[in-house]
């Protein structure tokens, strides 16, 4: 069964533009936007790099995080699925995980909760009995020009949401979590060369850079392994979201590849890190961006 929308080829989405479009609500629907991102390649061949793994995907029913999902189900694996409250993405997202021939959970609750963190763990656990994969990969960000109109606030808000599920969820993920697991965390290329315009955002994602290195440092000893991708500008409903209609359209186009980024770009990165492949790699941070050089 043919699953999703597809890139027939590297150059394919060279020439694609982004129609102006803005959602009045965080982290935004991927049903509504236009065109729909791109969450696996037509070239994807699956070889059960994952095969009867099971993973946490935080943020997963859409933008990177479905495309997360779907490969990783490709790959063999079953799936838990944290989001707030998309309903619709979450279950066309599990729909597609069935048609891969695996089982998915979902888990819809709020990330600023602990104790909600920690149910997504438990719940797991419950379904599938194991857990090997944790992609912390759910996010906001609410753009500024001036650094004066970010209120205290929403500075502790974008925390809440982007850095502290991080902890814990690990805490309670990592009694389960074995010789050979994963903890995998999303990044951002902002972490690295910063933007004018999400300072806070940025931070967030620079605190989450430093967490994957000196957690990796204690874990590895283990043998579980803490990584991270950092993407540049990917076409998720995050970005529909977060800016206006008339920024949308030029979206990603400063990058050196000249356009944003696919989901289906992003999720092998993810796949790489939670299979055997990446068994002398752990602290590691991988650049999904365009073609910007980054200073690492």
Known sequence: MAIGKRITHKSSMQKKSIPAQHQTRQPGVESKMRPEPEYIKKNYCASNKLKNKVAIITGG????????????????????????????????TKD??????????????????????????????????????????AAEQFPHDNFLDIETSQLLDTFLVNVFPLFHIVRSALPHLKKGSSIINTASVTAYRGSDHLVDYSATKG?????????????????IYVNAVAPGPIWTPLIASTFSAKEVKKFGTNT??????????????????????????????????????INT
């Open 61 to 92: 029913d859409s933008g990177i995080g479905r495309a997360i999902a779907i490969t990783y189900a490709r790959e063999g694996a079953d799936i838990a699925i944290q989001y707030l409250e998309e309903h619709g993405d979450a279950e066309k």
């Open 96 to 137: 597609l995980i069935e048609a891969a021939g695996r089982q998915c959970l979902l888990i819809p609750g709020d990330l600023r909760d602990i104790k909600f963190c920690e149910s997504v763990v438990d719940k797991t656990i419950n379904k599938f009995g194991r857990l090997d994969i944790v992609v912390n990969n």
């Open 207 to 223: 605190a989450i850079v430093s967490f994957t290195r000196s957690l990796s440092k204690q874990l590895i000893k283990k043998g």
């Open 256 to 293: 050196p590849i000249g356009r944003a980024g696919q989901p289906s770009e992003v999720a092998p990165c993810y796949v790489f890190l939670a299979s055997d492949d990446s068994s002398y790699i752990s602290g590691q941070v991988l650049h999904p961006n365009g073609g910007e050089i």
